[in-house]
């Protein structure tokens, strides 16, 4: 079994919809962060969260960290297709960042 | 650029080659990572090198051998690889082992044949 469950695996959207992302675990973590990853690209760090409960936003993304902190959301606000790529929760287990297996997002024109 | 850097981006090797992949830093992190990354799989972690020393093997076969000379530089040597070990190798750099955030390569995409 995976530490992290992502889901879902696949998402296609126009562009101007909105979508949410999720990261789920049994496990609590003391911190989380979200990569997204382009084509032929290494994942580029986004966000890191820390407290349960949390909400950061980042222009029109916005995470949110579980009250238990054994999971976390991603939500797309008016999807762009700049937003396509693959979106990777990652959070450290005995001193490794562990992956999820990423939810790739597809954004249309 | 994410200041970790990596070559070569593609390479093509034979069962019987060996070849060696590279990875430089340039963020004075002191924590360097190999991981490999299949189709629909998470990322595996392979190797973990802090402060140039070994930490981390993750049961990964013998065919892959690393190698930290120093803490700017990581390799990854490969001999007699399978066909199933074709995949994208990253390379990470980070200030220190565990949850704060990791600065990736771009990758090597290895096709065994």
């Known amino acids: 079994t995976q530490l992290l469950e992502q889901s879902p695996q696949f998402l296609s959207i126009q562009e101007g919809e909105n979508l949410t992302v999720y990261c789920n675990s049994s496990s609590v973590f003391s911190s989380l962060q979200w990569y997204r990853q382009e084509p032929g690209e290494g994942p580029v760090l986004l966000v890191t969260?820390?407290?349960?409960?949390e909400v950061k936003k980042l222009k029109r993304l916005t995470f949110q960290f579980g009250d238990a902190r054994k999971d976390s959301s991603l939500h797309i606000t008016a999807a762009q297709p700049g937003d396509t790529g693959l979106y990777l929760c990652?959070?450290?287990?005995?001193?490794?960042?562990?992956f999820g297996a990423g939810t790739q997002v597809v954004v249309t024109p | 650029e994410t200041g970790v850097t990596q070559t070569p981006r593609h390479l093509v090797m034979g069962m019987t080659n060996k070849k060696s992949l590279k990875c430089e830093q340039h963020l004075g992190h002191n924590a360097m990572y190999w991981y490999k990354q299949s189709a629909k799989k998470p990322l595996e972690l392979m190797f973990v090198?802090?402060?140039?020393?070994?930490?981390e093997n993750n049961s990964v076969p013998s065919r892959f051998s690393p190698e930290c000379p120093n803490s700017s530089h990581l390799f990854l040597h490969l001999h007699t690889l399978q066909p199933e070990d074709s995949a994208l190798y990253l390379c990470?750099?980070?200030?220190?082992?565990?949850?704060?955030?990791?600065?990736f390569g771009s990758g090597t995409r290895l096709t065994v044949v």
């Open positions: 990652a959070a450290d287990s005995w001193g490794k960042l562990q």
């Open positions: 090198y802090s402060l140039e020393e070994r930490v």
């Open positions: 990470a750099s980070s200030q220190l082992t565990g949850g704060l955030g990791y600065t």
């Open positions: 969260v820390v407290t349960g409960g």
